[in-house]
Structure formats: structure tokens, C-alpha cells
């Protein structure tokens, strides 16, 4: 059976999972941060970087055949394939955000959500 909908399971291991996937495509600035209770529609964000688009993309690919593969998960949504600048897998209750330097830089997703607690990965 492959999950796409909110079912029981630790919100924050797949943050852990995805951050540990992303950390062995050799993702840079890998973080967790910790939404719940802060009025998010999700309780995680994983944030990360890759050095180009063909990284990124490469990211995102590995993240997604992982939890495939390995969890039956499937995102409810993902965006940003295709430019490979931005892209974002939505786990429902964990949301990835690949991002190339740059892109990273502009969004300033960190700061948006400061007050979030965070931690490193990697």
C-alpha cells in the first residue's frame, strides 16, 4: 500500500529520513525545522542545498525513490522538477525544499520561519 494521505507515523523520523537521504546525496546545509505549534500545515521542514540543478534534481530523486521504495510513501504534491532551482516534495506532515544556492538565498526560508527550532544535519 503506498501512503499519500496523513496516516500514523512519526512525523519526525521521516524528517529525520529525508535529511539523512539528502545528507548522502552530498545535500549541503541540511536542516530540520521543527514547525509544530507554530500554526504550520505541516510539522517539519527539511531544507537543503545542492551545488546545481543536476544535484538538486538528483536530491529530489533520491528522496523520492527512498520513500517509495522503502517507506511505500509517495508525496502528495511536488513542484519544481522541472527548472530544478526549487524543488519541493510534500510529505503532508514533512515538507522538502531542495534548493541550488541561490535560490536558497532569495527564499530565505530559515528566516521566515525563525522562530521554528532548527537543527543541523549532516
Not at 524528517?15 to 514547525?35: E, G, P, Q, S
Not at 530544478?84 to 527564499?107: M, S
Request: overall charge negative.
Amino acid at each position: 500500500m503506498t501512503l499519500t494521505a496523513r496516516e500514523p507515523r512519526d512525523a519526525a523520523a521521516l524528517a529525520d529520513r529525508i535529511a539523512r537521504v539528502a545528507a548522502d546525496k552530498k545535500a549541503t546545509d541540511v536542516r530540520v525545522l521543527d514547525l509544530r505549534g507554530i500554526g504550520s500545515d505541516t510539522d517539519f521542514f527539511v531544507i537543503c542545498s545542492g551545488n546545481t540543478e543536476r544535484q538538486t534534481k538528483a536530491i529530489h530523486d533520491a528522496i523520492h525513490y527512498e520513500l517509495k521504495h522503502g517507506e511505500g510513501l509517495l508525496p502528495s504534491r511536488s513542484e519544481g522538477e522541472r527548472e530544478a532551482r526549487w524543488i519541493l516534495l510534500d510529505y503532508l506532515d514533512c515538507v522538502a525544499h531542495i534548493f541550488t544556492p541561490d535560490a536558497r538565498d532569495y527564499y530565505r526560508l530559515e528566516q521566515l520561519w525563525g522562530e521554528a527550532p532548527a537543527r543541523a544535519v549532516g
